[in-house]
């Protein structure tokens, strides 16, 4: 890993610790100095949103990072999606939710004078890289000095399965859905 002064400042939207428990490492082997964001409004119920928010809480102290918690509240997330509660996943809805997290991790990002940030989003199989990537691009594009998005695929390169195992090796919680409540399968 680079020398401390050398580190360049990265922002990490988080989605839960088991999505972030690898992604973490790689970020630092590449040499980034870390912050974890959890700002993920559109997880229902609220039960389940405190659980993987405990869990991150266990990930940020075993890691010995600092963790950064917005919060807007499941209220505001369902108005943002209103009209697109009957989109499929992957489909406009998850779109407009993606585009919300991120835009607010860019703000984050420059409020801390991180350079880059990302998010842990990638690493699902259930997910369009290519559509968070492009979520991120518009979000970029509507604010004034962005920090640069970095395009990472997390689930690349047997990323998914060292993910798995990290999670299991520290036995973080394992949500059976994507968050909102069109996700949750009957
Ligand atoms: S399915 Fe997941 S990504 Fe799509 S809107 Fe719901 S919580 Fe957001």
């Known amino acids: 890993m680079s020398d401390s002064s050398e580190q360049k400042k990265l922002l990490l939207h988080v989605c839960c610790a088991v999505c972030a428990s690898y992604p973490v490492l790689q ?3 590449m040499g980034y ?6 700002y993920n409004p559109n997880i229902y119920p609220i039960e389940e949103y405190q659980r993987r928010l405990n869990e991150l809480k266990k990930l940020a102290e075993r890691y010995n990072i600092r963790l950064i918690i917005e ?7 369902l108005n943002l999606v209103k009209g697109l509660e009957n989109e499929p996943e992957k489909g406009n809805r998850c779109r407009v939710c993606f585009k919300e997290r991120l835009s607010k991790a860019a703000v ?6 991180c350079e880059y940030f990302t998010t842990t989003l990638t ?3 259930h997910k369009n890289s290519k559509q968070i990537f492009e979520a991120a691009k518009e979000v970029c594009n509507n604010i004034q000095n962005p920090p640069e998005f970095l395009e990472i695929d997390f689930k690349k390169k047997d990323g998914y399965k060292k993910t798995s195992n ?3 090796k520290y036995g973080f919680y394992r949500q059976k859905h994507c968050g909102c409540e069109f996700s949750i399968r009957k």
């Open 108 to 113: 984050k990002a420059t409020e801390e004078n």
């Open 27 to 29: 970020l630092q082997e």
């Open 71 to 77: 919060e807007t509240g499941y209220d505001y997330w």
């Open 33 to 38: 100095e870390v912050i974890l964001y959890f």
């Open 166 to 168: 990290f999670a299991d």
């Open 123 to 125: 690493v699902s199989p």
